[in-house]
């Protein structure tokens, strides 16, 4: 079956069948992100996604979940989503959740009636990267989006009754933001309210504008040390109940995973063991994104 060489999936998504709708990203301007950079947008052809679905339909048959790639498939025009769903249900019965990446604009170019509709066709799950809750730094990373937009797009989603996951970054606002970033990234969080918060560390990539910042010495990039206190200043500021807090994803230096509000506590007090060297870090030879 051929592929896009790039496929780039939630951690969560280990298990499920990655049907790629879209190659790429169509914002792809997020001065941070490397995934896409030499790839030109393009949505796959019908024939390209039926290709990989029949390629599904007889080699895993045992996959109960679906992830639709890259970088936005959510805007994937409505009726040819629609089509799709249809079609994964009828050519792969066994799945039970669809999911995919989107960000602001995906979301935007969607109706509350068609978010409806794709969660009726069996959409679970939205993958929000939020990155911060700071409008400067949005701003700084061209990450094209304002607080204020990332929590309206997040409601609708929300309203809709899908599941939303949100990712932001740790170390995004370098040295001199990172208070700021932890509290502002808090408080959006806290008015989004999402299902699921996953935090990544940066872990910049020579490709990308960012990068070539850090390398000419113009953004500093906290250490492991400041990466933690910007963490425990996050969770300090935290106040969302029945949220999963993940930062397991292989970029950090302290794996944690709890339930807000109700391991607040247990959570904080394992950061400050990290910060006090009573537990170990991840070494940065072994951090990977
Ligand atoms: S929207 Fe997401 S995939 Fe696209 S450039 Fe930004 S971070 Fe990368």
């Not at 990989?52 to 007889?58: G, L, N, P, W």
């Not at 560390?201 to 990039?221: D, E, K």
């Not at 910007?230 to 944690?256: G, K, T, W």
């Amino acid at each position: 079956m051929h592929r896009e060489p790039i496929l780039i999936r939630p951690p969560s998504e280990a298990h499920s069948i990655i049907l790629q709708i879209t190659v790429g990203c169509s914002h792809n301007k997020c001065t941070f992100c490397g995934a896409y950079k030499d790839v030109r947008f393009r949505t796959r052809s019908e024939k390209e996604i039926d290709r990989e679905i029949d390629f599904a339909s007889v080699h895993c048959q045992k996959q109960k979940k679906v992830f639709l790639a890259d970088g936005d498939a959510l805007i994937l025009p409505q009726n040819k989503l629609e089509a799709l769903f249809i079609k994964i249900k009828r050519r792969l019965p066994q799945i039970h959740r669809i999911s995919l990446y989107a960000n602001g604009r995906a979301i935007r170019s969607k109706t509350d009636q068609d978010l409806g509709r794709l969660k009726q066709l069996g959409l679970d799950r939205v993958y929000l990267g939020i990155e911060s809750g700071d409008d400067n730094i949005l701003s700084t990373i061209c990450k094209a989006e304002t607080s204020v937009s990332l929590a309206a797009a997040s409601k609708r989603v929300i309203d809709a009754g899908l599941f939303l996951s949100t990712t932001i970054i740790l170390g995004i606002a370098g040295i001199k933001g990172s208070m700021p970033h932890a509290r502002q990234t808090a408080k959006l969080l806290n008015k989004i309210k999402p299902n699921q918060i996953a935090a990544l560390t940066l872990m910049p990539l020579a490709n990308t504008q960012l990068g070539q910042l850090i390398g000419s010495g113009l953004f500093h990039l906290p250490d492991s040390q400041a990466v933690l206190k910007e963490l425990r200043e996050l969770i300090r500021h935290l106040d969302c109940d029945r949220v999963q807090f993940m930062a397991n994803h292989a970029s950090n230096y302290l794996p944690i995973s709890g339930r807000l509000q109700r391991d607040k506590d247990v959570i904080l007090s394992r950061i400050d063991n990290a910060i006090k060297r009573k537990i170990e870090l991840i070494p940065d030879y072994m951090r990977t994104l």
